[in-house]
């Protein structure tokens, strides 16, 4: 038997392998690169659930740290039988491949799409005695008073290379104001440095401020994806007042690369189903997501589209982590 006669059939029984294993409800891993307990460890327990009557028992495996990649390169360096499967988020497939000096996986190579989840809103916020002693009251307002006080906007986010950082820079190129960014160790920080009047506005995730704009502690300004939030249905989106501006936080569901198409189609199936029903949505909902179910080729491009925008973003914020 020669050389690729023997891959080829490797190749043929590990797809059988990975079909009938799905079909034997054998348990499958879903790899969660963060701590437990957070927005997308939740919406993974709460989908776990819903496939297991299709798929079997999921079993959740929280493997945080590193900004996501330690998780990830499980992921990356799993078996492709279908049995171990994990959350690709913007950060660990679109900002770290290109914050991080050294990454232990490829972001696109190193793995098979199968269909993103959720979108996640963030939102322009400022505090709301800042906003009323400042005379802000939209986006326009806080674009024209940067302009008119060059360097004296300040704004604060969860550390150097993270969405709160990164959308603020991509405001200010767009806006064409200066604002000095101030960043703290997470987004807890960020956030009690906002309220307590330390910094002047925050990009923060929807889910994060929402208790805060209720109560009336915060002031949004604008959410940050393309449309309005039905979350926030009164709250602009940025790209009404700055055309194209769209940064949002999303996450989704990836195997290892060379996963059988069958498996990949079969799980794609599964979460998606899950994805769209009505009890999903409404969980969902009270977390302030957005089911976004894709097919797995939407999905490819979706974070392949992704990685190049952040390679702008970051590379002009000037944040690095060696």
């Known amino acids: ?4 006669t023997f891959l080829t059939a490797l190749a043929v029984a590990a797809a059988l392998s990975s079909t009938v294993s799905l079909a034997q409800n054998r348990p499958i891993r879903l790899v969660v690169p963060y701590a437990a307990g957070g927005p997308i460890d939740v919406t993974a327990r709460l989908l776990a659930e819903r496939v297991k009557d299709s798929l079997g028992p999921v079993i959740i495996d929280n493997r945080p740290g590193g900004g996501g990649n330690i998780g ?12 171990t499967i994990g959350i690709a988020a913007v950060a660990t497939h679109a900002i770290n491949p290109w914050l991080f000096s050294k990454m232990p996986y490829d972001a696109v190579k190193d793995f098979t799409p199968i269909t993103q989840m959720v979108r996640v809103p963030n939102v322009l916020v400022m505090n709301a ?5 400042l005379r802000i009251n939209s986006l326009a307002d806080l674009i024209a008073y940067g302009k008119a006080h060059p360097g004296k906007l300040n704004y604060g986010s969860g ?6 950082h990164l959308a603020g820079e991509m405001f200010k190129r767009d806006a064409g104001i200066f604002a000095v960014h101030i960043p703290y160790n997470g987004g807890n920080p960020a956030q009690l ?3 307590s009047g330390q910094v002047d506005f925050n990009f923060d995730n929807l889910a994060t401020a929402a208790p805060n704009i209720r109560s009336g502690k915060l002031k949004a300004l604008a959410v940050t994806t393309l449309r309005r939030s039905p979350s926030l ?4 989106a940025v790209a009404e007042t700055l055309k194209g501006f769209a940064i949002d936080t999303w996450w989704g569901l990836v195997a290892p690369a060379r996963t059988p198409r069958d498996v990949v189609v079969k799980l794609n199936q599964a979460f998606v189903a899950a994805l769209q029903s009505p009890e999903t949505k409404t969980r969902f909902a009270g977390l302030l997501a957005e089911p976004a179910p894709t097919s797995p080729e939407e999905f490819a491009n979706f974070m392949k589209a992704e990685l190049a925008k952040y390679e702008n973003v970051v590379k002009a914020s000037g ?3 060696d």
């Open 1 to 4: 038997m020669n050389r690729r």
């Open 72 to 83: 990830a390169d499980v992921v990356a360096k799993a078996a492709p039988d279908g049995l």
């Open 129 to 133: 005695d800042s906003a009323a002693r």
């Open 159 to 164: 550390g150097n290379g993270s969405a709160g």
């Open 193 to 195: 440095a906002l309220l």
């Open 233 to 236: 249905p009164d709250v602009p």
């Open 319 to 321: 944040a690095k982590v």
